[in-house]
């Protein structure tokens, strides 16, 4: 069965009988439990029994927004298929519920969440479902509008299943730029079924709090992101560090040449982006015209 992604935009996918479906299964409903669980402790908010207002994007039918309860919190969910936020409504969740598109924002106010969780759900803004979407554009504006709702020294854990490395990449590097500081980290990298993947961003400076925390995991170790044959290798937990500095780019004073282009086309490629073909003609030397 190929992804949901890939086979029709999320409002469509989640119809009446598919969310009907989805939320009578037994097997997804302990699966997101779990998944919600590790969210809520990657999060890490303060042991003080305070009950927080955190934000549910993507919360489906609430089987996320569920977990949240149960530990005591207040949420608000945001999701764009009416059928999911129906049968939410139906199953009486105790989160509000918002129907829109996280591709165009939250529509909440700037400072106010206390932490966000996302379970399964912002690899779809990788889609371009429609002519007017651009991923990019829709994955700054959602990662620009919850920077801004979000307190400062307060996370967001997005639980991914990127399609592949450049678009876990593609999703990363969006957060970043809106001023998140974090990365991923990786549990159980070595088992294909166990295998998940979070996004646990800091809102805010880079802080002891903001380190990324460890992943579960037969060795518990962890690899940074420089070492990227690591990641393939032995992937327990990739540290994704906005704060590196730039390396200075090299600059050959004949110019960049035929392979600084090829490998400029390739890494543009593996970021998703559209590049023309590979031919002779490529980089070649060009006749000054004037
Ligand atoms: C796999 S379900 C997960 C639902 C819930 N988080 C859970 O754990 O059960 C993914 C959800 O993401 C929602 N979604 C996908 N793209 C979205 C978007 N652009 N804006 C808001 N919600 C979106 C879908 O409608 C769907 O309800």
């Keep these: 069965m190929s992804r949901p992604e890939l086979q029709a935009p999320p409002e469509i996918f989640y119809d009446d009988t598919e969310a009907r479906k989805y939320t009578s299964s037994s097997r997804i409903m302990e699966?997101?439990?779990?998944?919600?669980?590790?969210?809520?402790?990657?999060?890490?908010?303060?042991?003080?029994?305070?009950?927080?207002?955190?934000?549910?994007i993507g919360c489906g039918s609430g089987l996320s927004g569920?977990?949240?309860?149960?530990?005591?919190?207040?949420?608000?969910?945001?999701?764009?298929?009416?059928?999911?936020?129906?049968i939410a409504r139906e199953r009486e969740v105790e989160g509000d519920l918002i129907l829109g598109d996280m591709g165009?924002?939250?529509?909440?106010?700037?400072?106010?969440?206390?932490?966000?969780?996302?379970?399964?759900a912002v690899q779809w803004l990788c889609n371009a479902d429609k002519s007017s979407h651009e991923p990019r554009l829709r994955l700054k504006a959602f990662f620009g509008c919850l920077y801004r709702c979000l307190a400062r020294g307060a996370r967001a854990v997005l639980q991914v299943y990127p399609e592949n490395i450049a678009q876990r990449e593609l999703i990363l590097s969006f957060a970043m730029r809106a001023g998140f500081a974090g990365g991923v980290?990786?549990?159980?990298?070595?088992?294909?079924?166990?295998?998940?993947?979070?996004?646990?961003?800091?809102?805010?400076?880079?802080?002891?709090?903001s380190a990324t925390p460890k992943a579960?995991?037969?060795?518990?170790?962890?690899c940074s992101?420089?070492?990227?044959?690591?990641?393939?290798?032995?992937?327990?937990?990739?540290i994704s560090d906005r704060h590196r500095p730039r390396k200075k780019q090299k600059v050959n004073k004949?110019?960049?040449?035929?392979?600084?282009?090829?490998?400029?086309?390739?890494?543009?490629?593996?970021?998703?982006?559209?590049?023309?073909?590979?031919?002779?003609?490529?980089?070649?030397?060009?006749?000054?015209r004037f």
């Excluded at 997101?32 to 303060?46: C, H, T, V, Y």
């Excluded at 530990?71 to 999701?79: A, F, R, V």
């Excluded at 165009?104 to 399964?120: E, F, Y």
């Design 31 to 56: 699966i997101q439990a779990q998944l919600s669980e590790r969210a809520i402790e990657l999060l890490a908010l303060p042991d003080d029994d305070v009950p927080r207002l955190l934000l549910d």
């Design 185 to 209: 980290v990786v549990d159980y990298p070595h088992s294909s079924k166990s295998r998940k993947e979070y996004l646990v961003l800091t809102c805010g400076p880079p802080s002891l709090s």
């Design 104 to 120: 165009q924002g939250l529509g909440l106010r700037p400072g106010v969440i206390d932490g966000a969780i996302s379970i399964s």
């Design 225 to 238: 992101e420089d070492d990227s044959s690591a990641d393939e290798e032995n992937p327990t937990v990739c």
């Design 216 to 222: 579960k995991g037969e060795d518990g170790e962890s």
């Design 66 to 86: 569920e977990t949240l309860s149960e530990y005591g919190h207040q949420w608000i969910g945001l999701d764009i298929s009416e059928s999911m936020l129906n």
């Design 254 to 288: 004949k110019g960049k040449g035929r392979n600084w282009v090829l490998k400029k086309k390739e890494q543009m490629r593996k970021k998703g982006n559209v590049v023309p073909p590979d031919t002779k003609y490529t980089a070649r030397k060009r006749k000054a």
